[in-house]
């Protein structure tokens, strides 16, 4: 039977309109059965007639911004569409919850509503980096950067908990079978970083697969699968990623405009060349984050998700379903304790 | 009277060859005398016949490697090239220093010998960053990211140091009247970033120029002139950055010669685009960074510097010296007690 999946309506800059349509065409893209979370007359609105098949709605009152903070406003807007949605996951009305909305509220949603995966002190987010010019037969090659910024100061001893669940997903996500394991420094020699990662580094040599420090330049290379850093870090560095490449891409092709010149021979290749590289980092395609730590499978989208985003997502959400994900990491906290 | 500008000859991973070169390079390019300190035979190797007009050789029997605990080394090896030449500044024999090698080991020989500016905690580096497709009369424009990777683990008071040290800087560095000041968060949003984000945007406000939280999309951009980390964030980022343009350049550029396809037309100006945007971040163009909080001018060059980067790192040191760039970050740190 084909899982449910519930997704928040009303979260992300282009919301409904571009997660509705999203939704709707992952049914049959992603073979899912979706509920769509949040105004219900706002989202009639977007779909325009009949409710398509396999679509339902959840109706939801309120919708937390993406400015409010986020523990207040989930406390505070309990018939708010992401908070709905985690209910729904809780009361086993869906498999699986998606949120293109306030990545924080989102997280705390199904932090407070599903609860932590024993053992797990706090939830990290898995964010996909596709690797420079690796290609493999099913899609690019891609590292996880763990945490993608669900949870800023951590203890370092969180950060062996997302190892040992980031190992147990990089086998399903990234189908490796021994992942290797970095943790994110400012120089490679033990004995780098501050005092979080001196102290990481001792907890995580017990932990298979682990590597030693990587560097900033080792993130999208093939230096580890997955990469862990604290949230407030990992958010600093992903964004990095994002705006060198988006800008180094925007000045050279603004140049060609600029000069008028048709692309052409070796400057078209190139061009498809620079979008293929840059295509897994556009939010669009990687399909977000999952957070590791909750009782449930809740994958985070890009805040300027389109309806192809929210595609890949609820793509990303049915196979975490599929490979019983949350067990995984269930596993694999347990057996590290 | 053209400045004296001591050079760690031993530093970096082309010393002495490169480093030497450079040096004597920057006599005539930058108009200044050098003195050149470390292994007397090696460096008389180097140049070959007789030593050149306005170069010097400071005599230092030992060498601090590269992955050497930089505090312990600079304890320690006191006849070592880069604590000879932080003496030759404290001493007068030189206006500033030069240093490619062991970062930290460079720091720490300045701070411990030319002590530290009065109210400063701890120094930070000073790293020019491009802006993205803004070129000025003079060059690119630039934007400095401080702390570059000095300072791990401050306290929120020192990164308010920093700030005011860096406002100084960029007026002579960037030649901008009223510099901008952006802290580095994980969203714009006051209230985002960990505990030290917190409390130092908080203790900023009082700063003049200080325009709030920046992200990791906001570097190499006309966001802001200073962007204020901690030195563990920092390398993170700085490397980040290099690796990402310079792993995109890779590919593009690896694919055109795969095809074999020759550079001509629009291909052939893309391709100088693309250099031409990625020159500035190339280690031998920027210059290298200048450390803030020491009572001296010490330039901190990439640890891969070639002749060229030396002759830059030379250019910056002279251009410090004559700007009385330490009396300016004197009076910055005094002003805002």
Request: proline fraction near 4%.
């Amino acid at each position: 039977m084909p899982p449910v999946i519930a997704i928040d309506a009303m979260g992300g800059d282009r919301a409904p309109g571009e997660i509705v349509a999203g939704a709707c065409a992952a049914v049959d893209a992603c073979d899912v059965d979706v509920v769509l979370v949040g105004r219900a007359g706002e989202i009639a609105a977007c779909i325009g007639g009949e409710l398509p098949a396999r679509v339902e709605i959840l109706d939801a009152s309120d919708v937390i911004a993406m400015h409010e903070e986020p523990a207040a406003a989930v406390r505070t807007k309990k018939d708010s569409s992401i908070v709905r949605c985690a209910e729904a996951v809780r009361d086993g009305r869906a498999a699986a919850m998606v949120g293109a909305g306030n990545t924080g509220a989102t997280m705390a949603a199904a932090l407070l509503r599903l609860g932590r995966i024993q053992g797990v002190h706090r939830p990290a987010v898995a964010i996909p980096l596709p690797v420079f010019g690796e290609t493999a037969e099913r899609g690019p090659r891609f590292q996880l950067l763990v945490d993608g910024g669900a949870t800023v100061d951590p203890e370092p001893e969180w950060l062996v908990e997302w190892a040992e669940q980031a190992r147990a997903y990089a086998r399903i996500r990234l189908d490796v079978e021994q992942p290797t394991i970095g943790l994110l420094s400012n120089g490679e020699e033990q004995g780098k970083g501050d005092a979080l990662r001196k102290r990481a580094f001792e907890l995580l040599s017990d932990v298979k697969g682990f590597v030693g420090n990587v560097e900033g330049r080792d993130l999208m290379r093939r230096s580890a699968d997955v990469i862990i850093t604290d949230g407030f870090t990992g958010n600093v560095a992903l964004k990095t990623l994002e705006g060198s490449l988006m800008g180094l891409a925007a000045v050279v092709f603004g140049v060609v405009d600029e000069a008028g010149t048709p692309w052409a021979g070796a400057a078209g290749a190139l061009k498809l060349r620079l979008l293929e590289v840059a295509a897994p980092i556009v939010p669009d395609n990687t399909g977000g984050g999952m957070l590791l730590g909750v009782q449930g499978v809740c994958v985070i989208s890009h805040g300027s998700s389109s309806a192809a985003a929210i595609v890949n997502a609820v793509r990303v959400a049915r196979d975490c379903v599929a490979a019983d994900v949350v067990a995984r990491l269930t596993e694999a906290v347990e057996h590290a304790r």
